[in-house]
């Protein structure tokens, strides 16, 4: 995988009045690498996407596209930038050729460049038998396709994709997935979904988001590789700061899931439970869960997610 940073998210916030949608996230995704953006409906994925794509302002942090701030050169970062949301933007009484050029010319292409474009677009897609089709006549997942060429017609740097199987059926669900992986050989590519088959075909790597936090950030191959991990998830009914955790010995990461639990990466061979259990006990935080974890993404995602807290 090339090493060169395509995309860099670095503190940011998000505040409708006092709600905070999105609560200091940061990470980074390389050129090559197909990142799958996880979360329960209303965690975040959309604000955190729309954020990154510039169709929201971040209340505090920094977004850089192809090493382009995108608030201090919002023009060269977005011209970096293909984004195909939730619902495509999609004029549905045009025909795939017509709206093609049209948004080819929104994106500043050249004229005499413009059909080179399209047809490069369409040929990626598995478009070039419609082209002269009404869009409101294509099946749904050729709808999507067309989403898709739009958001890749000036071959950007990044590619960020929300749902982009949300409606299709399984035979389109193939055909997208399949397509999306060929754009991750060249493209940074974030893939928002709440769908874990989704992520586990198609993503090199995975991050969870909750109640607005980064809760994750993993290699797929590693969260699959249960022995190898040395993750364990902890809960107290009157848990420390995050900084007083981080102070423990053998704990080489944490993250905080809510105001009582917490995912710890322990070092290799560490006496870090040991260490937990005995300042949780000195101090009177009251210690009620130390789970270590297990290798399915779907049990990280249900653990992570479910905010299970019945004995808290």
């Not at 050729?142 to 035979?171: C, K, M, S, W």
């Not at 493209?187 to 989704?198: F, G, K, N, R």
């Not at 006496?271 to 990280?300: F, M, Y």
Request: some cysteine.
């Amino acid at each position: 995988m090339n090493s060169e940073t395509l995309i860099s998210i670095n503190e940011v916030y998000r505040y409708y009045g006092n709600y905070c949608a999105v609560n200091n996230v940061s990470f980074t995704v390389k050129r090559g690498e197909v990142l799958g953006f996880l979360g329960l409906n209303g965690a975040g994925k959309s604000t955190t996407m729309q954020i990154i794509s510039g169709v929201l302002g971040a209340s505090s942090g920094s977004v850089s596209i192809a090493g382009l701030d995108i608030m201090d050169a919002p023009r060269q970062a977005k011209s970096q930038l293909g984004f195909l949301p939730e619902q495509p933007p999609l004029y549905h009484d045009l025909t795939v050729d017509e709206y093609l050029d049209y948004a080819a010319r929104l994106r500043g292409i050249r004229r005499t460049n413009i059909r080179t474009a399209r047809e490069q677009s369409k040929q990626r897609c598995g478009l070039e038998a419609v082209g002269r089709r009404l869009i409101i006549n294509l099946s749904k997942g050729y709808q999507q396709r067309v989403g898709i060429a739009q958001a890749i017609l000036h071959t950007p740097a990044v590619i960020i994709l929300d749902e982009p199987t949300n409606g299709l059926d399984p035979v389109q669900i193939k055909e997208i997935r399949e397509l999306i992986k060929e754009l991750g050989r060249d493209h940074s590519v974030i893939l928002s979904t709440h769908i874990l088959p989704e992520v586990q075909a198609i993503c090199d790597r995975v991050l969870i988001i909750h109640e607005g936090r980064l809760v994750l950030d993993q290699q797929l191959e590693n969260i699959n590789e249960s022995k190898q991990n040395n993750f364990v998830n902890i809960a107290f009914r009157q848990a420390p700061s995050l900084d007083t955790l981080n102070t423990i010995e053998g704990i080489k990461h944490i993250v905080q899931i809510n105001d009582q639990r917490f995912r710890c990466e322990l070092h290799p061979g560490s006496t870090a439970i040991n260490n937990i259990v005995r300042n949780s006990a000195g101090a009177g935080w009251g210690l009620v869960e130390i789970i270590p974890e297990t290798g399915s993404l779907e049990e990280t995602f249900m653990r992570l997610t479910s905010g299970a807290q019945e004995n808290v």
